[in-house]
């Protein structure tokens, strides 16, 4: 079992930042790929970004791209998600995900084995 708790959303301003941050504990975090989704109201659960079990690899979904960068620190078991230049759009519920297979990294929210609980990103025009 991993156990994952997201921290550091809130309110910010269109063309702000936030920093989200997302404590892993029980297993080796770095025996997982790790990935952001998120969920806005009446919309299914979308794709962010993954970070392979090294952080020498990552992939975004194209709306975020050149804004957020999502890092891990395997010291500190955890993993984070800047995001800079918000938007309104991005106002959701974000959640982080451990992914046990060794292999590519998925955009796929069912190749994900543990998820937090989340935490809310608002965003003001």
């Known amino acids: 079992q991993v156990q994952l708790v997201e921290s550091g959303g809130g309110l910010a301003q269109a063309g702000g930042s936030l920093r989200l941050s997302c404590a892993a504990s029980g297993r080796t975090f770095s025996n997982y790929a790790m990935g952001w989704f998120r969920q806005a109201p009446g919309k299914e659960r979308e794709f962010v970004a993954a970070i392979s079990r090294s952080g020498d690899r990552t992939v975004y979904t194209d709306s975020v791209k050149g804004r957020f960068t999502i890092s891990r620190d395997n010291a500190k078991d955890t993993l984070y998600l800047q995001m800079n230049s918000l938007k309104p759009e991005d106002t959701a519920v974000y959640y982080c995900?451990?992914?046990?297979?060794?292999?590519?990294?998925?955009?796929?929210?069912?190749?994900?084995?543990?998820w937090g609980q989340g935490t809310q990103v608002t965003v003001s025009s």
């Open positions: 995900a451990a992914d046990s297979y060794r292999g590519p990294l998925s955009s796929r929210g069912s190749r994900y084995n543990y």
